[in-house]
């Protein structure tokens, strides 16, 4: 009795050995031409691949016995739950789409073969595609700490949340989107680790910081749209990238990543509301005064009326003319300065004597409470064209947030985690983060003379590749990502790089213009055009 009973205990032993090592297999990093291709890397002097270092100062290498099987204990603590795909079907005033939806996670390794990361995901595929010839589409917000909710449920997947008019209180009830992409190519909203479910699983601090780093980031997400793209058989379907925000920044970086590392080709990029280069946006640039005036003057226009990029040519045509010349002449030449403040002062509806004493220099925070101080208001940041009180008016330090921006955090939040684990039927534990300051905080943006930006990507990855197309989109009220400071970087690009393959498209909004229905229809429409 007891030899049969260890017989038949060995044998149980030997089958989940199997199904354990089946399961390792499924995760292991997959071939590609370097290293990096395999785990985020940081942006270190010598532009080598990371090591596979826990830490330094006597701490070992994450390889070595005990390291090893503390961090295969921990990664099976934290590991999310598995994939979930269920079938979905929206009724829309038209048409009727079923498709497959997914939510789940990808796991990265490092070059040892350690983890470090599960970095979730929701896909959308539509049933009854010819997978090779069906387009894909991966989609990922910025922040740097924000989850993809913003593009998911704010614009392109089939169910969405009213944003427009929005307070915290509102019920977070999702709605059929008759204007989600999901007709024209499949979906796959990505959320970076650290931003909604997606974490951490080991231990080392040095890991950790490496995906923290603007190449880290990059890396980490072009590896996970190559092992989603093995996983569910779609190399051959065409690709397409979209970021918003600093997914400007990430999003070239990934399109030039999942070229040159994970041999992905892209057929287009699509852009909402991007910053491409943070020198535009810090210290002592005038191009931040330039690339902001025409979406200040946007903003007072829209107080009187309907406003279309088409009525602010005359801003443009003096803020790149008349208006960076005086502000080249700096303040030394007063005639030159008065002459500027009081003209900005006339396009923004601003007292003239506060923008003589700025010099006509509006930074975003001042413009956001000059604007309708008499009224104790301040403007959003995300959309000006939004006013809210100022809960300290008197103050003479700026202590207000955004009026645009704030009151989307709860109802959002809310609906994402209903829809994934109720909907979705995925229920990892923790918390769900849809806008993580402590991503945000820990950011390593680089150091030394050359700030953040992607404008080289843009030009590497549009010569490689002459059917590669961008489309970028703004919104005329958004004045942290201004859409003019976009109009001046493409402008720069090479004759190779024209209009036939790179578009910009302005609509009435803010940074997520896609709140306003007829914004985001003609957007949907911009989208669709590329795609097919």
């Known amino acids: 009795m007891a030899n049969s009973f260890a017989t038949r205990l060995a044998a149980a032993l030997l ?11 499924d995760e292991a990093p997959q071939p590609s031409p370097s290293p990096s291709a395999q785990a985020p890397s940081g942006q270190n002097p010598s532009g080598q691949s990371p090591s596979g270092q826990k830490g330094r100062g006597g701490r070992g290498e994450a390889g070595s016995g005990a390291n090893a099987a503390a961090n295969a204990s921990t990664a099976e603590q934290h590991r999310l739950p598995p994939d979930s795909t269920t079938k979905q079907s929206v ?10 939806a997914t939510a789940g996670s990808i796991r990265v390794f490092e070059d040892k073969g350690e983890p470090l990361a599960d970095i979730a995901y929701t896909s959308y595929q539509l049933d009854g595609a010819e997978k090779a010839n069906r387009p894909v589409t991966f989609l990922f917000n910025g922040g740097p700490g924000s989850a993809s909710a913003w ?21 977070p009830e999702l709605q059929a989107n008759a204007d989600t992409w999901l007709d024209f190519t ?12 997606s974490r951490f699983v080991t231990t080392s601090e040095d890991a950790r910081k490496r995906f923290f780093t603007v190449d880290g980031d990059a890396n980490s997400v072009a590896l996970v749209i190559r092992r989603w793209l093995e996983k569910y058989d779609r190399l051959t379907s065409p690709k397409y990238v979209t970021g918003e925000s600093y997914g400007g920044i990430r999003g070239p970086k990934v399109v030039r990543n999942l070229q040159m590392q994970q041999g992905v080709g892209v057929r287009g990029l699509i852009l909402i509301s991007p910053v491409l280069d943070f020198r535009d946006y810090a210290g002592s640039s005038i191009l931040q005064y330039v690339a902001s005036l025409p979406t200040m003057a946007a903003v007072a226009r829209q107080a009187k009326g309907p406003v279309t990029r088409e009525d602010l040519a005359d801003v443009e045509s003096y803020a790149r003319g008349d208006f960076l010349l005086d ?10 300065t008065t002459r500027l403040a009081d003209k900005v002062a006339n396009l923004t509806g601003i007292d003239q004597a506060v923008s003589r004493r700025l010099a006509g220099r509006f930074d975003i925070g001042e413009f956001r409470r000059e604007f309708d101080r008499k009224n104790g208001k301040v403007t959003g940041r995300y959309d000006a064209s939004v006013e809210g009180f100022d809960p300290y008016p008197d103050s003479s330090y700026f202590r207000f947030n955004d009026p645009s921006g704030d009151p989307l955090m709860a109802p959002l939040t809310s609906a994402a985690v209903d829809l994934t684990t109720r909907k979705l039927n995925w229920r990892p534990d923790g918390s769900y983060h849809l806008l993580s300051e402590t991503v945000n905080k820990a950011w390593e943006f680089g150091h030394g003379i050359n700030p953040a930006e992607s404008v080289t990507q843009l030009r590497q990855m549009l010569a490689l590749d002459p059917k590669m197309r961008l489309l970028v989109g703004h919104g005329l009220f958004d004045l942290a990502t201004p859409y003019f400071a976009s109009r001046i970087i493409l402008d720069q690009l090479p004759a190779f790089a024209g209009p036939s393959r790179t578009k910009l498209a302005v609509y009435p909004g803010g940074h997520m213009f896609y709140s306003r229905d007829g914004s985001r229809q003609a957007f949907r429409k911009e989208v669709e055009a590329l795609v097919k």
Do not use: H, M
Not at 91 to 100: A, G
Not at 186 to 197: A, Q
Not at 327 to 336: C, I
């Open 15 to 25: 089958v989940a050995c199997l199904a354990t090592a089946a399961r390792a297999e």
């Open 186 to 197: 499949d979906l796959v909203f990505i959320d970076p680790v650290g931003t909604g479910y």
């Open 91 to 100: 009724s829309l005033p038209d048409r009727t789409l079923n498709f497959s």
């Open 151 to 171: 593009l998911q449920f704010g614009n392109v997947g089939p169910w969405r949340l009213p944003f427009d008019g929005a307070v915290s209180s509102a019920a």
């Open 327 to 336: 502000l080249v002449k700096g303040q030394a030449d007063t005639e030159a």
